[in-house]
């Protein structure tokens, strides 16, 4: 997939013209007054180095088959999701408004504030931790990243942080061989 053409935010919905809509259960309504101010890059691919299938859209709507692989049965009772997955080959899955939280950081501190939730964006990339991720992401997350700093008020100064740095000791994603680079 190239990139994107052009990527626009509807407010009302929160919701991102280029990604498809696969909502997930796994959200909250952000606090009253609350916008995201942040945005937290993370990694999943399930099992860990196995790419393509229909696992994360399974775990994000609850609906994983966790006897499948002896790795899922760790995620049996977890309710999660993110707001966008960046597939290997860009495209870009969202599965909760902007205007809402998704449930990406857990257990989570950014600069002293906490419940990193509340007022973040959380952006999964299809990858793992010992293998590289693919140009097509590189470009997709640019593209996604530049949408929101331009679409939302707040989120135009955002910080733009891996999980590892808001969960230190507990979380790796997005991992060593993500290039930060590629996103200045
Ligand atoms: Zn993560």
Known sequence: MAAHS??????????????SWQPSPN???????????????HAISLPPGQFGGEEINALFSNSLETHQHPYF????????????????????IQYVSLNDQAWHAGLSTYAGRG????????IELEGCDDQPFEQEQYVTLKQLVNTLKDGQTRLKT?????????AP??????GPNFDWSKLA
Do not use: M
């Open 158 to 166: 955002a910080a733009v942080v891996g999980h590892c740095d808001i």
């Open 169 to 174: 000791g507990r979380k790796t994603d997005p």
């Open 27 to 41: 959200c909250s309504a952000r606090p009253a007054g609350v916008e995201p101010e942040l945005i937290v890059i």
């Open 115 to 122: 419940v990193c939730n509340e007022w973040s964006v959380g």
């Open 73 to 92: 049965e760790q995620l049996q009772d977890l309710r999660v999701s993110a707001h966008f997955l960046v597939r290997r080959d860009g495209e870009i």
């Open 6 to 19: 052009k990527l626009v935010i509807n407010r009302e919905t929160g919701r991102l013209n280029a990604a």
